[in-house]
């Protein structure tokens, strides 16, 4: 995570570059990957909606982290703890 010049916190970008490799390659088969990512994108339709689950995983992957990165402000929220927690 980095600050720029508005003081904005911003994830590095290389951690996105981790959440496409992890995505892509947590699940072996493309059926459980697709209801892990339905499952914890549930409350974000906005994002389900754009992805294209005939795509390869690696593709959608991909789409979904462009989708996150370009909207960064609104799906991250510096110094919130998870919803785990």
């Known amino acids: ?7 904005r916190k911003t994830i590095d970008p290389s ?21 892990y990512l339905r ?5 974000h339709s906005e994002l389900l909606s754009r992805l294209d689950f005939g795509a390869t995983k690696r593709e959608v992957s991909g789409q979904l982290v462009n989708l996150l990165r370009a909207n960064e402000a609104c799906y991250f929220v510096a110094g919130r703890p998870s919803s785990t927690q």
Not at 39 to 43: F, V
């Open 39 to 43: 499952a914890m994108l549930r409350d």
């Open 15 to 35: 951690a996105y570059l981790a959440l496409l490799e992890g995505l892509t390659h947590i699940f072996w088969n493309k059926g459980p990957y697709e209801l």
């Open 1 to 7: 995570m980095h600050e720029d010049s508005g003081r």
